[in-house]
T-cell receptor
């Protein structure tokens, strides 16, 4: 089966940097997504990593280490609007098809 | 607007009833995915359709069923509803069948009373 672990909650200060970690154990790994989800709203795509390394996109960066089954999402210059849940999701081959399995998410609270 | 349309946005119904949730994928997308998100729970994959055919199945209960029509819209049918079925139900779509490039709809909030 698939196992995805991320911290349940985190708190960080406006203007600071926060790193949200995700570890996974899966067979047939084919990539890792990060999504942002504000309460009661749809998840929105942030990043997709398939190769090892860091992908930077504005204030958000995502890192992947396939050998360690580890990823993190780095948010810089935090803003109040960044308060949301951040979902780590693994794309994997299952039964000949590609599936995406989501972690339970990390609820980030940004405080003044 | 993500381009994925879900209706209705809210639904309140009684236990034992049956409801149908509808999803229209983004223009050009052939795959539709259904997810359930209960309070403080992660997104649970239910089922995927690609161009009208079932492609992958997740933790979907036997009381639930889905289909994708020739115009590519999809419906999720939930029957014999229980209190525990109260959740947000999201539909997502992608161009191919490879579960890449998901776009989510805004969801249907189902409350079973």
């Amino acid at each position: 089966g698939q196992n995805i672990d991320q911290p349940t909650e985190m708190t960080a200060t406006e203007g600071a940097i926060v790193q949200i970690n995700c570890t996974y154990q899966t067979s047939g790994f084919n990539g890792l997504f990060w999504y942002q989800q504000h309460a009661g709203e749809a998840p929105t795509f942030l990043s997709y990593n398939v190769l090892d390394g860091l992908e930077e996109k504005g204030r958000f960066s995502s890192f992947l280490s396939r050998s360690k089954g580890y990823s993190y999402l780095l948010l810089k210059e935090l803003q109040m609007k960044d308060s949301a849940s951040y979902l780590c999701a693994v794309r994997h081959n299952s039964g000949g098809y590609q599936k995406v399995t989501f972690g339970t998410g990390t609820k980030l609270q940004v405080i003044p | 607007d993500s381009g994925v349309t879900q209706t209705p946005k809210h639904l309140i119904t009684a236990t034992g009833q049956r409801v149908t949730l509808r999803c229209s994928p983004r223009s050009g997308d052939l795959s539709v995915y259904w997810y359930q998100q209960s309070l403080d729970q992660g997104l649970q994959f239910l089922i995927q359709y690609y161009n009208g055919e079932e492609r992958a199945k997740g933790n979907i209960l036997e009381r639930f069923s889905a289909q994708q029509f020739p115009d590519l819209h999809s419906e999720l049918n939930l029957s014999s509803l229980e209190l525990g079925d109260s959740a947000l139900y999201f539909c997502a779509s992608s161009p191919g069948q490879g579960s890449y490039g998901y776009t989510f709809g805004s969801g249907t909030r189902l409350t079973v009373v």
